[in-house]
């Protein structure tokens, strides 16, 4: 069944270690985008990539990178986990910018 | 920037009508999305407004006001697994991240027998 998939699932990770969460979609979209959600505040964009090879800034984009080698898979990496990054993430994708975007199961993150 | 406004929670009960409102500011506006997400589950596309007017999807319809700034979510017949929180989301294209989208904080919607 095409998608997007996440992984891990869930993660449980001590403050100053490195986590990348993965994401990989067989739609063939050009649009990639990382969300974290927090109670109270909503979706809020991490980073995005409107096609493979080119990424940007979201809302809030400190303390995470992402990279985007080619169309399937959009990484993120936290590089030495703090614990207000504590939330569930959110990977989605669309076939361009700006249209509907489908969204992966998240991942749930708590930093100690 | 931009700032969404949804109301934080709804009840209704089962079989009546509900209506979620979501009000927006924005320099850019280029379209209005509504997304349904139950509880531990990711956020599912329902519908898109870019004119005003209603559009109809069933047991859904969404309405959109560009002048005045509002869009609707109309559930109609309401069934117990409409029980979801339905967030609002607005693409800008003035902001940096171009056509990117900025969610509302959602409403959360229970549906009571």
């Known amino acids: 069944i095409a998608g997007i998939t996440q992984a891990p699932t869930s993660q449980i990770l001590a403050a100053g270690r490195r986590m990348t969460l993965r994401c990989t979609q067989d739609m063939r979209h050009n649009a990639m985008y990382w969300y974290r959600q927090d109670l109270g505040l909503g979706l809020r964009l991490i980073h995005y990539?409107?096609?493979?090879?080119?990424?940007g800034k979201g809302e809030v984009p400190d303390g995470y990178s992402v990279s985007r080698a080619n169309t399937d898979d959009f990484p993120l990496t936290l590089a030495s986990a703090v614990p207000s990054q504590t939330s569930v993430y959110f990977c989605a994708s669309s076939s361009t910018a700006g249209q509907p975007q489908h969204f992966g199961d998240g991942t749930r993150l708590s930093i100690l | 920037g931009q700032n969404i406004d949804q109301p934080t929670e709804m009840t209704a009960t089962e079989g009546a009508i509900v209506q979620i409102n979501c009000t927006y500011q924005?320099?850019?506006?280029?379209?209005l999305f509504w997304y349904q997400q139950h509880a531990g589950e990711a956020p599912t596309f329902l519908s898109y407004?870019?004119?005003?007017g209603l559009e109809e999807k069933g047991r859904f319809s969404s309405f959109l006001s560009r002048s005045k700034g509002y869009s609707y979510l109309l559930l109609k017949e309401l069934q117990m697994k409409d029980s979801a929180s339905y967030l609002c989301?607005?693409?800008?294209?003035?902001?940096?991240?171009?056509?990117?989208?900025?969610f509302g904080g959602g409403t959360r919607l229970m549906v009571k027998p």
């Open positions: 990539s409107n096609t493979a090879g080119t990424t």
């Open positions: 989301a607005v693409r800008d294209l003035s902001n940096n991240a171009g056509n990117m989208l900025t």
């Open positions: 407004n870019v004119l005003d």
């Open positions: 924005t320099s850019g506006f280029n379209g």
